[in-house]
């Protein structure tokens, strides 16, 4: 069974720093790419960083220069790093494995920052 854990969120003040970690466990067969997408409270879930098997990257606007994505396959897990962050950052951050066939997300982890 394919599982996916994220860890690494909580309240951090603005313009610090906070790296989110996603660890997914069981088979997942030809993964096109792995994403984090974020949810304000009262907003639609909206994608934050992409990225593929061969390491190419995609960014919304809005954490352009101050959040990366990036991949462990051997420890089979990805990761956000976030740097300045600002109070509109604040949301659940979500991991997400998408296949040929299907995705998979993980729970959740929630970020808040504080001005």
């Known amino acids: 069974q394919v599982q996916l854990v994220e860890s690494g969120g909580g309240l951090v003040q603005a313009g610090g720093s906070l790296r989110l970690s996603c660890a997914f466990s069981?088979?997942?067969?030809?993964?096109?790419?792995m994403a984090w997408y974020r949810q304000a409270p009262g907003k639609q879930r909206e994608l934050v960083a992409t990225i593929t098997q061969g390491g190419t990257t995609t960014y919304d606007d809005s954490v352009k220069g101050r959040f990366t994505i990036s991949r462990d396959n051997a420890d089979r897990s990805v990761y956000l790093q976030m740097n300045s962050l600002k109070p509109e950052d604040t949301g659940v951050y979500y991991c997400k494995a998408k296949t040929l066939w299907t995705e998979y997300w993980g729970q959740g982890t929630q970020v808040t920052v504080s001005s």
């Open positions: 069981g088979t997942i067969y030809s993964i096109n790419y």
